[in-house]
């Protein structure tokens, strides 16, 4: 119903900066939230950013002061600015959201399939 679409990962230099882009299609009401969550080799999957429909945002500890999340809700996509990298943000970087659909007016989470962030030192 709901298709997520992440791009902007890659290879970069600790330090370095990368945008992460992920844009909803679909059976689209209303977005009520997104994030993005990460997963490194051997690692279970864990929150990074998330920003409410009103704007209100949540960072892990890990990436406060250099992860910003923002969305263009007239787009339907959310954002990561990821600047000051560091080797261990290195992982699988997902979106997450969730969505009021039309078919039914009723809220379900859906998934990206995962964009690669690799940071080396």
């Known amino acids: 119903q709901v298709q997520l679409v992440e791009s902007g990962g890659g290879l970069v230099q600790a330090g370095g900066s990368l945008r992460l882009s992920c844009a909803a299609s679909g059976s689209i009401f209303r977005i009520n939230y997104m994030g993005w969550y990460r997963q490194a080799p051997g690692k279970q999957r864990e929150l990074v950013a998330s920003?409410?429909?009103?704007?209100?945002?949540n960072y892990a500890e890990s990436v406060k002061g250099r992860f910003t999340v923002s969305t263009d809700n007239a787009k339907n996509t959310v954002y990561l600015q990821m600047n000051s990298l560091k080797p261990e943000d290195t992982a699988v970087y997902y979106c997450?959201?969730?969505?009021?659909?039309?078919?039914?007016?009723?809220?379900?989470?859906?998934w990206g399939q995962g964009t690669q962030v690799t940071v080396s030192s």
């Open positions: 920003i409410t429909r009103g704007g209100s945002t």
């Open positions: 997450n959201a969730w969505v009021v659909v039309t078919t039914n007016y009723k809220e379900y989470t859906f």
